[in-house]
């Protein structure tokens, strides 16, 4: 058989493949599935990063740079979560067309990147640590993507960049994915770590809204603590946005408690459904009732990873 008579069958099996990697997978025993699985993601992190440093240079010539990451992200999603079993429930993606905005999202683990691949708008960039510069691949693609890169050792420079950050955004009307926790929470509970006031203060500056996005909890889908990693739907809802037009430094409290508090309404919300569900499915009383308080939520997030 010649190479080009064995090309249309490479175009058919290719995508059957990964169609089929799910099931694959889903007959491995746990631990060496969650191996598995965590290699793909990593395969599929190289892969993005590779395919970023091409898409970038062709749309800054396209002059659609504002495209960029939300192209690359719903590449990333497609080829990580797919051959994971990962699936997603949207609530509110009509609000991602709002942007230029803030927009702000729980952190949970590493597994994030996923969810940040699903629902990243048009018109964002990200603003991350500035070790990731320095990845093989990824570094290159996030500076050509107009990433913006936060020195936390250093206070001096990285009112800097958050100074150049609000230039740019004006200049480029667009807008910034923060997760406004700072760092993997890995809470017991249906809970938020204590937000850091940068991304509000961005919002107030830039005069641009708050969009928050929550993602449930997602235990039972990926446990880095137990290395079990089946997969399965994880709901994330985008919230309407928040206008901060006419706000000044004085609001910035408020601001971040305001956003805060309906994201962490909407995260005990999903995390009583799921709980709900697994009790009728398991006929165990683990429903949650209306005031109950943190230390009684069901257990939806991992200590460890």
């Known amino acids: 058989m010649s190479t080009v008579s064995t090309i249309p069958w490479g175009l058919v099996a290719v995508p059957v493949f990964i169609l089929a990697l799910p099931r694959l997978l889903a007959v491995l025993p746990q631990k060496i599935q969650f191996i598995t699985k965590c290699s793909v993601v990593l395969i599929a992190t190289f892969i993005m990063s590779i395919v970023g440093c091409i898409v970038s240079i062709v749309f800054a010539l396209l002059n659609r740079r504002h495209e960029i990451n939300y192209v690359v992200a719903r590449i990333f999603s497609y080829i990580a979560a797919k051959p994971c079993g990962v699936t997603f429930k949207i609530v509110g993606e009509e609000h991602l067309e709002k942007c230029p905005a803030i927009v ?111 993602a449930a909890g997602y235990s039972h889908i990926y446990d880095s603590a137990n290395r079990s990693f089946p997969g399965g739907e994880l709901e994330i809802r985008v919230l309407e946005p928040i206008p901060t037009t006419g706000m000044t430094a004085d609001d910035v409290n408020d601001l971040m408690e305001r956003t805060r508090a309906v994201m962490l309404k909407n995260l005990k919300e999903m995390d009583q459904s799921v709980s709900s569900s697994g009790s009728k499915s398991t006929g165990s009383s683990t429903a949650i009732i209306e005031g109950t308080n943190d230390d009684g939520l069901k257990q939806r997030r991992t200590t460890k990873e």
């Open 104 to 214: 702000v999202c729980n952190h949970q683990s590493s597994m994030d990147m996923m969810i940040l691949g699903r629902v990243f708008p048009k018109s964002c960039v990200v603003m991350a640590k500035k070790e990731l510069q320095y990845f093989p691949f990824l570094g290159i693609f996030m500076t050509l993507s107009n990433a913006i890169f936060i020195d936390r050792k250093n206070h001096k420079k990285a009112i800097e960049s958050t100074t150049q950050a609000v230039s740019d955004m004006k200049k480029h009307n667009s807008g910034i994915w923060i997760f406004p926790e700072g760092t993997r929470s890995r809470l017991e509970t249906a809970d938020l770590l204590p937000f850091k006031k940068g991304a509000f203060h961005l919002a107030i500056q830039s005069q641009q809204p708050v969009m928050p996005i929550v």
